[in-house]
């Protein structure tokens, strides 16, 4: 289980995130939307401290950090129990697919290098690119490499994958694959934590929503719920716009 305690980020005087509590179960596959600027994205990197909460509390499962002054064997603990897929690939150029995916596993997981091949070739095939092992990332289309991205985080095995907006730099005819990849792992009880512009997506896959405004979190329930009968006026406005065949009044 991962709880977020009244999570606040500043930047300045500009409070981005003003006091989030949200509860994610073991297994959960949670969608994040909201309009740009809403804080989504900040929110994702406080939870494995890429940003440094000002205030609140994280606990995943039984470790738990106070976000106020936290030491940095906290944060690296945090860290190693989440992972992260990035909007734009953030891959090793100078490395293959394979060696990308096999970093993590000798350098974080010291795991040796023979059985981080083993193991990083698994996890290619199964994003589907066991043919594409010797590729470097220039060799790769976006959704490949955004797949080679999926393959990393599988690999440390985290109690908990981060994707920020994982399709929003990938050209239209490439969504489909890598939306592909993450809903077949949500199927294996994965706990993912989803920030997404893809609306039917989420209604698909995600096992509960969030919406996020202005730094708070306005409305959260379940797909069918929070997408047919939202029941914040603001919500309302965001699908309305979002999804244009709506038919709910505003």
Excluded: W
Excluded at 158 to 175: G, H, M, N, Q
């Amino acid at each position: 289980m991962i709880k977020l305690t009244q999570i606040r980020k500043s930047f300045g005087r500009n409070e981005v995130l003003k006091g989030i509590d949200l509860t994610v179960e073991k297994g959960e596959v949670v969608a994040i939307l909201g309009p740009s600027g809403s804080g989504k994205t900040t929110l994702l990197r406080c939870i494995n401290y890429l940003e440094k909460p000002n205030e609140g509390r994280i606990v995943i499962d039984d470790f738990s950090v106070q976000c106020s002054r936290p030491d940095k064997k906290a944060i690296h603990t945090l860290r190693q129990k989440t992972a992260m897929v990035f909007q734009q690939y953030n891959l090793f150029k100078h490395k293959t697919a394979l060696e990308n995916v096999m970093e993590g596993l000798f350098v974080v997981k010291k795991i040796s290098k023979d059985e981080a091949r083993i193991r990083s070739i698994e996890l290619l095939e199964k994003v589907g690119l066991g043919n594409k092992l010797d590729a470097y990332p220039s060799e790769l289309s976006g959704g490949q490499q955004q797949r080679v991205g999926i393959a990393r985080a599988l690999a440390l095995n985290p109690e908990v994958i981060l994707f920020d907006e994982p399709t929003s730099a990938l050209d239209p005819e490439l969504v489909g694959e890598v939306l592909a990849v993450i809903r077949k792992i949500a199927k294996e009880g994965i706990t993912m934590i989803i920030v997404t512009h893809e609306m039917g997506f989420a209604q698909d896959v995600a096992s509960h929503v969030v919406f996020m405004d202005e730094g708070v979190i306005v409305e959260q329930g379940k797909p069918n719920e929070l997408f047919t009968s939202p029941k914040e006026e603001r919500t309302k406005q965001f699908l309305k716009r979002i999804t244009p065949e709506a038919t709910y009044s505003i």
